[in-house]
């Protein structure tokens, strides 16, 4: 068939809208877009930010959330949804319900509790909702350490290895993977841990860049989608969607006055426009 009328995979992404448009829904559609799939967003938030920092947020009404969803899942076919930005516990319970009636489709879940620059982007019910509603339907949930540990329901990091957080996660009645992206941790290097039922697989070691940046964990996540939703195993769709990361970062750009933001779309040899 010809490429340009086929459908490619689609992925339905549940996030917020981030206006410096480096992380969030912007960051989702730009990843899959990259890759080959085509973004259907649902909007759950509406953030006030910029690469400095997040300045406030308002969380969309229930109902128009549902509706959203319900929209897209009578029209299309997505095999694969990605959740960032839920925002409350409220909103997870309204997504999970209504994906629990669709077990045909994976689900990869970012557990966005705040920016990368710090600022909380949650309510206090967020993380229990997330653990008891949304993970024992999840193919896959990606906390980098910080939400691992807050999602453990430990503040004793020092005194818990990262091994031990991801076992306190892992429900035998899910089948839920995990992998626990080490950007946070005061090394030279960046160790993403992927376990499945609660053991560890495998562990890729990166090289820490120079720079922050903002929405390199959206990225991260809707790349892994975009391989499920491609066909990948797990597996391949972790590595493939890091090296993307990876990528995307060494390439990235500073745009303001605050994080770089991840260059996910073409290089300037690909533009069409010749500029
Ligand atoms: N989703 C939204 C709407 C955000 O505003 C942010 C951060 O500001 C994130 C997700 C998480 O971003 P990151 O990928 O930098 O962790």
């Known amino acids: 068939m ?36 085509h973004a259907a967003p649902v909007v759950t938030a509406l953030t006030v930010q910029d690469t400095t920092a997040v300045k406030n947020f308002q969380l969309v009404e229930l109902d128009l959330i549902r509706a959203q969803m319900q929209a897209v899942l009578d029209d299309m076919k997505p095999s694969v949804v990605k959740t960032g930005m839920l925002g409350s516990g409220d909103i997870v319970s309204v997504v999970s319900s209504m994906l629990s009636q669709r077990p045909d489709i994976q689900i990869i879940v970012d557990p966005v509790l705040s ?40 503040a004793l990091l020092d005194t818990l290895d990262i091994d031990e957080c991801a076992a306190l996660l892992y429900d035998a009645d899910s089948h839920c993977d995990c992998l626990i992206t080490g950007t ?33 964990g959206c990225t991260l996540a809707s790349a892994i989608a975009a391989g499920i939703a491609h066909g990948l195993e797990m597996e391949q769709a972790l590595e493939q969607a890091q090296q993307f990361v990876m990528d995307c970062l060494q390439d990235g750009f500073k745009p303001g006055n605050g994080q770089h933001i991840p260059r996910r779309l073409c290089s300037e040899t690909d533009l069409k426009t010749g500029i």
Request: proline residues 6%.
């Open 2 to 37: 010809n490429k340009r009328n086929s459908c490619p995979p689609v992925v339905m992404v549940i996030g917020g809208m981030d206006p410096s448009g480096g992380a969030g829904l912007g960051a989702d559609i730009q990843t899959l877009a990259a890759l080959g799939c």
């Open 115 to 154: 920016s990368n620059s710090g600022s909380s982007l949650s309510e206090h019910s967020l993380t229990k909702a997330i653990i008891e509603l949304l993970l024992p339907i999840a193919t896959l949930i990606c906390p980098n350490i910080p939400e691992t540990v807050a999602l453990a329901g430990t």
């Open 184 to 216: 946070h941790a005061d090394s030279d290097q960046v160790i993403n841990r992927y376990y499945r039922k609660g053991r560890k697989l495998k562990e890729w070691v990166w090289q820490r860049l120079q720079y922050e940046y903002h929405g390199s």
